[in-house]
């Protein structure tokens, strides 16, 4: 069972390795559909600005990465490390020894984060 989650895991990153290598290669992300919300309504959402500054990460342009989504750099490694902690508790079947738990409290603060962060960005 353990070897199965493994290979499956295994896989999968792979799998994003293969997408992270494209995305770092073409230099943007000009193949992605793009936001759906900006799209729409001309604002930004949240999200806005994610694939471009995961991008520049992929690239080693920390600055630039920072500059198209601050909130979202700042979210995206703490994400990645508890889908990590996640997975590999996952794979060896085993309870997970930490858990990246912001509780009742801090997900209202990140929330509220998040919110104010989508109407700063479309007010300047």
């Not at 896989?11 to 995305?23: Q, T």
């Not at 342009?61 to 996952?90: C, Q």
């Amino acid at each position: 069972m353990r070897k199965d989650r493994a290979l499956l895991v295994s896989l999968i990153v792979l799998i994003l390795a293969i997408a992270a290598y494209a995305l770092r290669e073409t230099g943007g992300a000009g193949w992605m559909p793009g936001c759906f919300f900006r799209k729409i309504t001309g604002l930004e959402c949240p999200g806005c600005g994610m694939t471009r500054g995961t991008t520049a990460l992929l690239q080693g342009r920390f600055k630039d990465a920072f500059l198209f989504n601050p909130v979202g750099m700042i979210l995206l490694p703490l994400a990645m490390i508890g889908v990590a902690i996640e997975t590999l508790a996952w794979v060896m079947n085993r309870p997970q020894m930490f858990r990246l738990n912001p509780g009742r409290w801090g997900a209202t603060i990140l929330g509220i984060v998040l919110i104010a962060w989508w109407i700063v960005r479309n007010l300047f």
